[in-house]
C-alpha cells in the first residue's frame, strides 16, 4: 500500500496544474460558504451586542402628545426595566439656497444618558443641562457632509432657519442603518439625526412639557405583548398612533434582512461552485483511471487487492477535498471578517465580534469532503471492478460510437460540407458521451456562477432607479409643525 501512495504523490507531482486547479476550485466553495455564513453570524451577533450595550428599545409607542408622568406609571409595569420618554419633531435641514435635506430632532435628558436607545459618544461630549442651541448628531450623516466638532447646524422651524452648535457626534442603536421609514433605501447624506435636550426642543419647537414618543426596555422573559397592551391603555387618552415592534423598527428591520439574504447566499452559491468542482474532479479522475488501464492491470496481476486500487485513487479525492477545505477556509475567514468590517462601518455599527465557529469548520470540511468523495468514488470503483487482462487491453472508448455518423455531424453537411478538421471534434464529443455531458454540464455551471454574480449588480442598479424615479417620482415635499384638519 505504501506504493500505491507513493504512486498517488508522484501522480499528483505530474499533474500539478490540473490538481491545483481541482483544489483551487474547491476553496473557492469553501470560502464563499465560510465568508457568508461566518458574516452573518458575526454581524448578527455584533448587532445583539450593540443593542444590548446601548439599551435598544424592545419597542416603541407613537402618541399626538403625553404629559411627562405617564413615564411613571410605565415603569410601574411589571416586565418594564427601563421607559424613556422623548419628542420626536421631522423637519428640514438648510444647506443652502438650494438644498435641504430631511432631518429629525430627537429629545434626550441633560446631563445624564438614555435609560433606553443609549447614546455612544464617538467625539465631542455629551449635552449640559444650561447649554443652549447645541445638539449631537449621528455618525453617518457627519462622516458623508464631513460635519466636524464645532460646526454649525440650520433645522427649519415653521419655515425658519435656527442655528444650532454640533457639541457632539453620537452612534445610536436606532439608526445603525439611517432610515425613518420600513424598507426604505437609505440615502448617504440626505437624513439627519439631531438629539438636543429635552428644554431645547420644547423651546425651539414651541412644545409644551410633553412626549410624543415612549420607549420600552423590557426584563428577560417578560411579556411583550401584555407589555404593549397595558402601555397602550395608559396612553389611549393622549391618542396612541402605532405601536413599533423590535423587529419592525425600520433601521433593525434592514439589517435583519441583509443579515437574511447573507444566509440565503450562504446556503446556495457554495452548493453550486462546489457541484461545478465535483464534476471537474469527476471528469480528470476518469481520465486518470482510463489513462492508468495498464497500470491498475499490472497492480492486480502483482497482487493488490480491489480496496487497494479503489482506496489509491480516492486517495486523489481526498488530498483534493484537504487541501481545499484548507485553503478555503483560511480565505473564507479573511473574507468573512472583511465583510463584516465593511457593515460595520457602513452601518455605523459601533462593536465588532469576530470569532471561529466550530460548526463551520465541521461543516466546511464535511461539505468538501462529501463533495470529492461523491465525485471520485465512480472512477474509483470503475478502477476495482477491472480485471487485469481486460485492463491491459486498448482503450475500448474507441468503440462507443459503433461505427456511426453522429446526427449533428450529418446534418450540418447537408448544409455546408465541412473538413476532417470539424468532423473529427465532433465525433471525439459523442464517442466519450458521459464524459462530454458532464463537461458541458461543468460549463453551463460555471456560466451560471458569472451570469448570477452580474444579475445581482442588475438588479440592484433596477431597484434603486425603481425606487428613485418610478416609486419615490417627487422633487418636493412640505412638512407641517402642527396637526391639522382637512377642513
Not at 442651541?133 to 419655515?159: S, W
Not at 475567514?333 to 469576530?354: C, N, Q, R, S, W
Not at 463537461?439 to 451560471?448: H, K, Y
Request: aromatic residues 10%.
Amino acid at each position: 500500500m505504501k506504493k500505491l501512495i507513493l504512486k498517488n504523490w508522484r501522480d499528483i507531482k505530474a499533474r500539478k496544474a490540473q490538481f491545483g486547479a481541482l483544489i483551487i476550485l474547491v476553496a473557492l466553495g469553501i470560502s464563499s460558504y465560510v465568508s457568508f455564513v461566518s458574516a452573518y453570524l458575526n454581524l448578527s451577533a455584533s448587532t445583539e451586542y450593540a443593542y444590548e450595550k446601548l439599551k435598544f428599545a424592545h419597542f416603541s409607542t407613537k402618541v399626538i402628545s403625553a404629559p411627562k408622568r405617564v413615564v411613571d406609571k410605565i415603569q410601574a409595569i411589571p416586565g418594564v426595566e427601563a421607559v424613556e420618554g422623548r419628542l420626536i419633531i421631522d423637519t428640514g435641514l438648510y444647506i443652502s439656497d438650494g438644498e435641504q435635506v430631511k432631518a429629525r430632532v430627537i429629545s434626550i435628558p441633560p446631563d445624564q444618558h438614555p435609560e433606553v436607545n443609549d447614546l455612544l459618544i464617538e467625539g465631542g461630549s455629551y449635552l449640559k443641562g444650561k447649554a443652549k442651541d447645541v445638539c449631537l448628531l449621528e455618525k453617518h450623516y457627519a462622516d458623508e457632509r464631513e460635519i466636524e466638532l464645532g460646526d454649525t447646524l440650520k433645522p427649519l422651524v415653521d419655515g425658519e432657519k435656527k442655528e444650532v452648535i454640533v457639541e457632539g457626534i453620537v452612534v445610536n442603536p436606532e439608526y445603525f442603518n439611517a432610515v425613518i421609514r420600513k424598507a426604505e433605501i437609505p440615502s448617504p447624506g440626505e437624513l439627519a439625526i439631531i438629539f438636543m435636550t429635552q428644554s431645547e426642543v420644547e423651546r425651539m419647537f414651541q412644545k409644551s412639557p410633553s412626549y410624543n414618543d415612549i420607549s420600552v426596555l423590557l426584563d428577560k422573559g417578560a411579556n411583550r405583548e401584555e407589555v404593549i397592551e397595558k402601555v397602550e391603555d395608559i396612553l389611549d387618552p393622549y391618542l396612541v398612533i402605532e405601536t413599533v415592534k423590535r423587529e419592525d423598527q425600520p433601521s433593525n428591520f434592514s439589517i435583519q434582512e441583509e443579515i437574511k439574504q447573507n444566509q440565503s447566499m450562504a446556503y446556495t452559491m457554495p452548493f453550486v461552485i462546489l457541484f461545478v468542482a465535483s464534476i471537474s474532479l469527476f471528469i480528470a479522475l476518469s481520465r486518470v483511471v482510463q489513462s492508468q488501464r495498464g497500470e491498475i492491470g499490472l497492480a492486480k496481476a502483482l497482487g493488490y487487492r480491489n480496496w487497494q486500487v479503489l482506496l489509491h485513487y480516492l486517495l486523489f479525492s481526498l488530498f483534493i477535498a484537504f487541501w481545499g477545505s484548507v485553503i478555503g477556509f483560511a480565505l473564507g475567514t479573511y473574507f468573512a471578517k472583511e465583510i463584516v468590517e465593511l457593515y460595520t462601518d457602513i452601518m455605523g455599527i459601533p462593536f465588532l465580534k469576530h470569532q471561529l465557529h466550530l460548526e463551520l469548520i465541521i461543516g466546511a470540511t464535511s461539505m468538501s469532503a462529501i463533495a470529492c468523495i461523491l465525485a471520485g468514488i465512480l472512477p474509483a470503483y470503475a478502477s476495482a471492478r477491472m480485471r487485469p487482462a481486460t485492463a491491459m487491453r486498448a482503450d475500448p472508448n474507441i468503440a462507443l460510437a459503433k461505427g456511426r455518423v453522429p446526427l449533428i455531424e450529418r446534418a450540418v453537411t447537408k448544409i455546408l460540407p465541412i473538413s476532417l478538421t470539424f468532423r473529427i471534434p465532433i465525433r471525439n464529443v459523442f464517442r466519450a458521451r458521459r464524459r462530454s455531458f458532464y463537461t458541458v454540464v461543468g460549463i453551463a455551471f460555471a456560466l451560471l456562477l458569472t451570469t448570477s454574480t452580474w444579475a445581482m449588480l442588475d438588479s440592484t442598479n433596477y431597484l434603486l432607479d425603481s425606487m428613485f424615479y418610478e416609486v419615490e417620482n417627487w422633487d418636493m415635499v412640505a412638512g407641517f409643525s402642527q396637526n391639522f384638519s382637512h377642513r
